[in-house]
């Protein structure tokens, strides 16, 4: 059984960098073919997927948020991190890291394992 777990500062101010940790257990991130995302859910909106890095390490990204967004991963610790930069209060919203196929990334059936979810609130 995968397990997903979020973790990182549930505050950030205004234009500084967001980040978050996934810590994966009960598989590798390095497992042929898994995607590993970040997606999002701002307060009454729907799902945003954001960005992944794939088992091989590449990277992939929403064209809306790619100026700001840079994921990574520590493979020793089976962790991968989102850095969300110049933050505003429209970047507050629920974190979900989740493991996918990379097939369609607007396609919320091709994620089978999802984390709980944190909550990120931007605001001075």
């Known amino acids: 059984q995968v397990q997903l777990q979020e973790s990182g500062p549930g505050l950030v101010k205004p234009s500084q960098t967001l980040s978050l940790t996934c810590t994966v257990s009960g598989g590798s991130i390095t497992t042929n073919f898994y995607y590993w995302s970040w997606i999002r859910q701002p307060p009454e909106k729907g799902l945003e997927w954001m960005g992944a890095i794939a088992y091989s390490g590449s990277t992939y990204y929403s064209p809306s948020l790619k100026s700001r967004t840079s994921i990574s991963r520590d493979t020793s610790k089976n962790q991968f991190t989102l850095q969300l930069s110049s933050v505003t209060p429209e970047d507050t919203a629920v974190y979900y890291c989740?493991?996918?196929?990379?097939?369609?990334?607007?396609?919320?059936?091709?994620?089978?394992?999802w984390g709980q979810g944190t909550q990120v609130t931007v605001s001075s």
């Open positions: 989740v493991r996918g196929d990379g097939s369609r990334w607007y396609d919320w059936s091709t994620y089978d394992y």
